[in-house]
């Protein structure tokens, strides 16, 4: 059975592209049948951040890639699911350490003293003989005596990688191909820090082979790390899983994806208005790419659709406007009260309504949800489109808008505007359609000529969201009002 896990740090908020790892790891699981777990990779104490387990399983569980073993969420209670666990490596150090000593025993390990010190001059002098900076394993050979001498002197140690020498490691990545790498050029890695805690490197392998993971999907920043992970399988006697190493995602300047371009985290994107289903299609296309050229997918199609084998080996390019221009496709085909759930947080916030009045309201919120519908691309944009229809002490200044209000044509629209306003008893859509439709054909005003001035009269704008269903918003009495403000203009 395919078994894979996603395994973060709790160092914050979401990554899109750590959400992107978890997606891809979830769809795989799925379309094989398998198991998707969440573990914890918190042996690195100086980055854990209050609050990352509960951000981690909060954006997991919004976007819909849920993990069905490890770390798990019941009823806002943090759980862990399993019989692997614990699934939090600090719950796990006793294995670590007992596997770690069976490197020592074969010597394949090895205890090093060398000083923070020592070490930074050690690689400054290779850089300034153009060598690749690595450890020069200057503890490999200490006598047993010698490393018990100086444990006994209290003298800080890690724990290190014993490598062999002029030896070649080779690995079939799932989207690379054949990797190959002599261990002449690699670095003896620190297994275990001064603080007791091992490194990833040492801990991935460990969880990894004994929680049964069969596919290791991952970022491709940990590829040359790869082949000393590959190794340890070996040193253990353990077969190695199928690793899958994906594309970075990319900035415009075709840099790995950060936040001096804007919002990174799944946190951001969610708090704009984002619609998760959206986020998680556009991620899915990052990378991978379907048979065909379809562009929208449910999770449930993305699950059926998805083959490691089409992942690209090439960064892909966050491009927000394509992500804008997915999101605004989902919020087009939102059911109405469904559209309006999620537009209330953001009207609120925008001052136009209170949360007590948001029951007494449904049917003028649905109204703005429509009028929205075709204007957004993401929910925390109602606020400035709202504000060009809302706003009623505007002042048009624009010369071409101007120009409309001067018009000859547009003292007679006016003034019959106002009378045929006043003459309804409730001022909708479909009323203000039949009264435009009336003016054009008793006073002989279209086109341009009808709707331009219309519309700069009651926002103060020359261009907006359909002009009947801004009335309809509106309401008789805040439209007579407005008009009658800018008698002064027109006549």
Known sequence: MVRNRFAPSPTGNVHVGSLRTALYNYLFAKKMGGEFLLRLEDTDQTRFEQGAVENLLNALNQTGVIPNEGLIEINGEVIQKGDFGPYIQSER???????????????????????????????????????????????????PEDVQSKIDEGIPYVIRLKLPENVVISFEDGVRGIIEMNTNDLDDQVLLKTDGFPTYHLAVV????????????????????????????????????????????????????????????????????????????????????????QEIFTMEELIQAFDLSRINKSGAVFDRSKLNWMNAHYIKELPIEILVKNLIPFIIDAGYIQVEDVENRKEWLEKIGELLRERIEYFAQAKEELTLILKNDFVVTDEEALEFLRAESTKRLYHVLVEKIEATDVLNASCGKAILKEIQKQEKIKGKMLYMPSRIMITGEMHGPDLTLIMDVLGKDEILARLISMKSIIE
Not at 278 to 291: D, F, K, M, T
Request: proline letters at 5%.
């Open 93 to 143: 150090l006793d294995i670590y350490h007992k596997h770690l000593k069976t490197l020592l025993d074969h010597g394949q390990a090895y205890h090093c003293f060398c000083t923070k010190e020592r070490l930074e001059a050690v690689r400054d002098s290779q850089k300034l003989a153009g060598q690749t900076p690595k450890y020069d394993g200057h503890c490999r050979n200490l006598s």
């Open 206 to 293: 460990i969880d990894d082979h004994l929680m049964g993971i069969t596919h290791v999907i991952r970022g491709e920043e940990w590829l040359p790390s790869t082949p000393k992970h590959v190794y340890l399988y070996q040193c253990f006697g353990w077969d190695a899983p199928q690793f899958v190493h994906l594309p970075n995602i990319l900035n415009d300047d075709h840099k790995k994806l950060s936040k001096r371009q804007g919002d990174v985290s799944v946190g951001d994107f969610l708090a704009k208005g984002y619609l998760p289903e959206a986020l998680v299609n556009y991620l899915a296309l990052l990378g991978w790419s379907p048979e065909d050229d």
